[in-house]
């Protein structure tokens, strides 16, 4: 079965920088996405960026892109989600998901199927 951890969530300054990491597991072929989704207190869950695992086609959400780098490590079986000149508005629970079969980039949740355990990413002002 498919297997996320998320990693990599801590306390940055509005400006700076920050790598989150899922690794993967259990995938029987390429053919799957997997996203980044966040979720801030009170609010509901964003998506905010995903990665084709064929062909390592990107996507962002509005308010990341220029800002966030999605980018995959087959030989670690690992995606990265790489966070600069972050906003306090990025700050939340960071989770990445993961579907097969997915051939357009789609940044909903009920779209995918195994979801990791989030880390938590905090912006001070």
């Known amino acids: 079965d498919v297997q996320l951890q998320a990693s990599g969530g801590g306390l940055v300054q509005a400006g700076g920088s920050l790598r989150l990491s899922c690794a993967a597991s259990g995938f029987t072929s390429d053919d799957y996405v997997i996203a980044w989704f966040r979720q801030a207190p009170g609010k509901e869950r964003e998506g905010v960026s995903c990665i084709s695992g064929t062909d390592g086609r990107d996507f962002y959400t509005h308010s990341v892109r220029g800002r966030f780098t999605i980018s995959s490590d087959t030989a670690k079986n690992t995606v990265y989600l790489q966070m600069n000149s972050l906003k306090p508005e990025d700050a939340g629970v960071y989770y990445c998901?993961?579907?097969?079969?997915?051939?357009?980039?789609?940044?909903?949740?009920?779209?995918?199927?195994?979801w990791g355990q989030g880390t938590l990413l905090t912006v001070s002002s």
């Open positions: 998901a993961a579907v097969y079969g997915l051939r357009v980039a789609v940044l909903l949740g009920e779209f995918f199927d195994y």
